[in-house]
């Protein structure tokens, strides 16, 4: 065994000669090469000012153009019925009938009592006759006469009454058919054969709907009522109806109607739309969205949102390309979004150059010059 003191002696011959072994070896430190940075690649688009007609997109429901619900005006058993849910009517054709029988038998009874009040006048008529004629002999007295004309003034009263309840009975008998006050669609829930029709009842018999145009009822912040209101004025444009799936329906509506009075709760005044709908794609009830056209920018600058950048402090950006191929970030002030666009209020000129894909990779507040710009062949896509 090696003793200690030859052991420690060994090491330390050791630790001398290693350097020695290792430098012909040839390690050494090296420092790591990298490639020149590639320049960044944009692609841009020309900001081109365009006639611009702002509008809001607001939520709404569809309601009937005409609704009108068919109630009865006089009771009775329904004993036909000759229409079927969803079937069209014209007005004036016929829904329900009434059995007229106890109706009819009501008339017979106010046209006896008619008889009975001419019967009476005509009594009365020749009583006042006579005693005018005794009256000129002074057979009679003045209060004799006096009675026989009071007796004709009520006979004429009671005649008068009798004729109006005859009316009245004819008018019930008519009011057994029930017809249809306007053209439309007969909405379900109609009231069958042996029901008993009941005036006065909660529930109607029949509700007809006329959906040639229909409304589309909306509510906005009434401190922009006044805005669309002035650009329905100046014809702007008609609004775009929405439906749930996305597609846009094919005729367009006109505003018809703001209401004057504004909700303390919400701020929100009422708007009503009036749209065309000859195939009946809008149906009442249905949940739609409106484009209501609220204002007009003549030379609007619009460019894609997915161009815009935000700054650190959260202002919004554009990445700016001048002539000789910098790229700069610059703070502009937006407006309405439209259509996957925006429109750049301020801060951005017509005719320069906008980065509308790969801007992230330009730092904020410096200016890049080595860029490499694409042409954006769906630049136009991207405008529509």
């Not at 020695?20 to 020149?36: D, F, H, Q």
């Not at 607001?58 to 153009?65: C, E, I, T």
């Not at 970030?329 to 951005?348: E, Q, Y």
């Amino acid at each position: 065994m090696m003793r200690p003191r030859f052991r420690t002696l060994f090491l330390l011959c050791l630790m001398i000669a290693l350097p020695a072994l290792m430098s012909p070896m040839g390690w050494r430190s090296v420092k790591a090469e990298t490639p020149a940075e590639a320049p960044i690649q944009l692609t841009v688009m020309t900001a081109v000012p365009e006639r611009l007609i702002v509008s809001d997109e607001l939520p709404g429901r569809v309601a009937a153009w005409r609704r009108v619900e068919i109630r009865p005006q006089v009771g009775g058993l329904i004993l036909e019925r000759l229409v079927n849910e969803g079937t069209r009517v014209k007005a004036g054709d016929v829904l329900f009938r009434i059995d007229p029988a106890p109706l009819k038998a009501d008339l017979a009874t106010a046209e006896a009592g008619f008889a009975r009040a001419v019967a009476t006048e005509a009594h009365s008529r020749r009583g006042l006759a006579r005693a005018d004629a005794l009256l000129a002999k002074d057979v009679i007295s003045d209060e004799r006469h006096e009675a026989a004309r009071n007796d004709l003034a009520l006979a004429e009263a009671s005649l008068a009454e009798a004729r109006a309840i005859v009316e009245r009975r004819r008018l019930d008998v008519e009011f057994t058919t029930l017809r249809a006050p306007v053209a439309g669609y007969v909405a379900g829930g109609l009231a069958d054969i042996g029901g008993l029709a009941v005036p006065g009842a909660e529930r109607a018999l029949a509700v007809v709907q006329d959906l040639d145009r229909v409304y589309v009822d909306l509510r906005l912040p009434a401190w922009r009522l006044d805005a669309v209101e002035i650009a329905a004025a100046d014809g702007l444009g008609l609004v775009e109806i929405v439906t749930e799936r996305g597609q846009t329906h094919p005729q367009q509506g006109r505003l018809k109607f703001s209401d004057v009075i504004v909700d303390p709760g919400t701020g929100n005044a009422s708007v009503r739309v009036e749209v065309p709908n000859p195939d009946l794609a809008l149906l009442p009830g249905m949940y739609v969205r409106a484009r209501l056209p609220r204002g007009l920018l003549p030379d609007a600058l619009l460019v894609p949102e997915d161009a815009i950048l935000r700054s650190g402090g959260g202002r919004a950006q554009v990445v700016v390309v001048s002539t000789d191929g910098t790229a700069t970030r610059r703070d502009v002030t937006l407006g309405d979004a439209i259509g996957g666009r925006v429109v750049v209020a301020s801060g951005l000129s017509a005719g320069e150059v906008v980065a509308i894909r790969g801007q992230d990779r330009v730092p904020d507040g410096v200016s890049v010059p080595e860029v490499s710009k694409v042409a954006e062949d769906a630049t136009d896509k991207d405008r529509s």
